[in-house]
């Protein structure tokens, strides 16, 4: 697990541009908002996609999920806000994520996987929310073991501003001094925001070792998507609302080298903001689908592997 060290500097960066989600139909029929990649947000390195789906209710049997299909290369993150899904794969993991919980599932050499919602969110329908989010894994681990770790909601730590008026889940990295459990192969903070009107969240951008090696440029890519609300984010306060995706200046200076990331709420209702934040990799990369590898040959590769049936299947 990474703990990051909170710098005491408060000095927030600025925003450098706002995008706006798109739509997409995802697995058997879902829709999904999607801020990147997107023609002109291709990626966020390391991350690669952003996907939100809902909040929507379903009638009975209109939730489709996604049945069976490959990875290599890279990691899943799904985070589910309301309703369910039920997972399974060919390394003979499965689970259920309810509101609250999180699934981080690490492809490397390749598995085939399904997100289903469970028989009984099928049957009944109700509410979804929630998130799926694919994080690239550097060169030396993107043909690692495959693994798998979930965590339901009472197993994600949480915390509260000292004003009282800011709630965090930490899903990974570390907020108001408390750190995630989910392990990363690389530093990486993704923390979901609960702003009060009238609250400002902060998060301290962190000096710890790996993060940041001191070198001119080599600093974190930090973005925020607003779940729901409106709100001014950064040193400039730039207005974002809903389904927006904000982006925040990188490249250290010696003047914001402790810069905080910061989002005020001044409307009258809850600012909701996930906030994802990651060292850049920098290496070649080569995407086709659901195979993120450095190389085309390594894509071309992939395939052969999953056509050939070295992923396995999900036969339970």
Known sequence: MFSAIQSAKTI???VTRVVRAERFIEGAGFEVKRPFPVRGAQQFDPFLLLDHFGPKVYGPGEMKG??????????????????D????DSRGNSGKLGPGSVQWMTAGAGVIHSEMPSKKFQKEGGLMHGFQIWVNLPAKDKMCKPRYQEYQADGIPKVTSPDGKTNVVVITGEAYGTSASIETHTPIAMLHYRVAPGG???WEVPTAT???????GDDL????????????????????????????QNGPSAEDKGASVTFRNDGN???SVLLLAGKPLKEPMSRYGPFVMNTKEEIEQAFWDYQTGQFGKIDF
């Open 12 to 14: 927030p960066r600025n």
């Open 66 to 83: 996604a049945p069976d299909h490959p990875h290599r290369g890279f990691e899943t993150v799904s985070y589910i806000i309301d309703g």
């Open 85 to 88: 899904m039920e997972h399974k």
């Open 200 to 202: 400002t969240g902060v």
């Open 210 to 216: 790996g993060w940041r090696n001191g070198r001119e």
């Open 221 to 248: 890519n930090v973005m925020c998507y607003v779940v729901g609300g409106k709100g001014k984010f950064g040193g400039s306060e730039k207005a974002a609302e809903e389904n927006d995706m904000v982006v925040f």
């Open 269 to 271: 209702e809850e600012l």
